[in-house]
């Protein structure tokens, strides 16, 4: 987890705070890696907490999770990752919905098939008391972008991220930014050109590389506002970014 704001810490302490009584204060995953298969994923995976979080170790069902996962541990169910695992036994208590397990971690060591005992109604007893209260709440202070490339505009209030790549706008005084254009035959590129000014881009010249059959000339300077010059390759086209 990284901060991205000053006085992050006051943050966390203050939601901590505002939103106790819990169990677990965390986050679910706000990235955008799911979204394709977003309707495939188990319930249990979509709405676990991801386990940098604040976890309140004093909370009865806290206490008891953990003796189930340490019971759990000689178990296909230990090759779970905690957090996804503590989802598992919520949704499995609150809503009957046993998780499914990948056939490969279902066989013991002969190779025969493993069978786990049926925990619905330990489960359902076990988080009876907690469901009307939902002890596992989101943070706004803390967000979950695993494997995802984030820029600061895309940030709302959170002040610690967990996971993702996260990369600074250009700063145009300091860095120029050039486009570089393959090209193979005199006029293929004229749709990009022509549509450049329409596009909220960071490029402040375009290199337009060409074969050197083809004959440089400087049309694109009518297309765009943006400076552009033709170059003759003399290299594999792949190498146009470098030759540039």
């Given at each position: 987890?990284?901060?991205?704001?000053?006085?992050?810490?006051?943050?966390l302490?203050?939601?901590?705070?505002?939103?106790?009584?819990?169990?677990?204060?965390?986050?679910?995953?706000?990235?955008?890696?799911w979204?394709?298969?977003l309707?495939?994923?188990?319930?249990?995976?979509?709405?676990?907490?991801?386990?940098?979080?604040?976890?309140?170790?004093?909370?009865?069902?806290?206490?008891d999770?953990i003796?189930?996962?340490?019971?759990?541990?000689p178990?296909?169910?230990n090759?779970?990752?905690?957090?996804?695992?503590?989802?598992?036994?919520?949704?499995?208590g609150?809503?009957?919905?046993?998780?499914?397990?990948?056939?490969?971690?279902?066989?013991?060591d002969?190779?025969?098939?493993?069978?786990?005992?049926?925990?619905?109604?330990?489960?359902?007893?076990m988080?009876s008391?907690?469901?009307?209260?939902?002890?596992?709440?989101?943070?706004?202070?803390?967000?979950?972008?695993?494997a995802?490339?984030?820029?600061?505009?895309?940030?709302?209030?959170?002040?610690?991220?967990?996971?993702?790549?996260?990369?600074?706008?250009?700063?145009?005084?300091k860095?120029?930014?050039?486009?570089?254009?393959t090209?193979?035959?005199?006029?293929?590129?004229?749709?990009?050109?022509?549509?450049l000014d329409?596009?909220?881009?960071?490029?402040?010249?375009?290199?337009?590389?060409l074969?050197?059959?083809?004959?440089?000339?400087?049309?694109?300077?009518?297309?765009?506002?943006?400076p552009?010059?033709?170059?003759?390759?003399?290299?594999?086209?792949?190498?146009?970014?470098?030759?540039?």
């Amino acid at each position: 987890v990284v901060p991205i704001r000053s006085y992050w810490l006051d943050d966390l302490l203050n939601e901590i705070e505002l939103e106790r009584p819990f169990a677990m204060l965390g986050s679910k995953y706000a990235g955008d890696k799911w979204d394709p298969f977003l309707g495939k994923i188990p319930i249990s995976l979509r709405d676990h907490l991801n386990g940098n979080a604040i976890i309140n170790t004093s909370h009865p069902l806290i206490d008891d999770i953990i003796g189930q996962l340490e019971r759990e541990a000689p178990s296909p169910y230990n090759s779970i990752p905690f957090d996804y695992r503590m989802s598992q036994i919520w949704v499995e208590g609150t809503k009957g919905i046993v998780p499914e397990l990948a056939p490969r971690i279902m066989l013991d060591d002969k190779g025969n098939n493993i069978k786990l005992p049926d925990n619905k109604e330990k489960f359902k007893k076990m988080v009876s008391k907690w469901r009307e209260k939902n002890p596992f709440k989101e943070s706004r202070v803390v967000k979950n972008y695993a494997a995802t490339n984030i820029i600061p505009r895309y940030l709302g209030p959170e002040s610690l991220i967990h996971g993702a790549k996260f990369y600074f706008p250009w700063e145009s005084m300091k860095t120029d930014i050039t486009l570089v254009v393959t090209e193979w035959s005199h006029g293929r590129s004229k749709h990009l050109l022509s549509h450049l000014d329409e596009k909220d881009h960071p490029f402040s010249e375009v290199v337009v590389m060409l074969p050197s059959n083809v004959e440089a000339r400087d049309d694109g300077q009518n297309m765009t506002i943006v400076p552009t010059r033709s170059q003759h390759r003399v290299a594999s086209d792949w190498m146009d970014l470098c030759e540039a």
